[in-house]
């Protein structure tokens, strides 16, 4: 029985590491796409008209 005990203390301690890395990489990825949004021209708004 505390063989199966640590290996599921095993696994959870990976499991929270890769949930850790993606967690960290989310944030990396969210940080970008603001960076990416700050950068591009915004759309022109569709409820103005246009002048000719």
Do not use: F
Not at 11 to 36: P, Q
């Amino acid at each position: 029985m505390d063989r199966r005990l640590e290996s599921v203390d095993r696994r959870l301690d990976a499991t929270n590491r890769v949930v850790g890395a993606m967690s960290v990489r989310l944030t990396d990825l969210s940080e970008d796409v603001a960076d990416i949004q700050r950068r591009l021209p915004h759309p022109p708004d569709p409820r103005r008209k246009r002048r000719r």
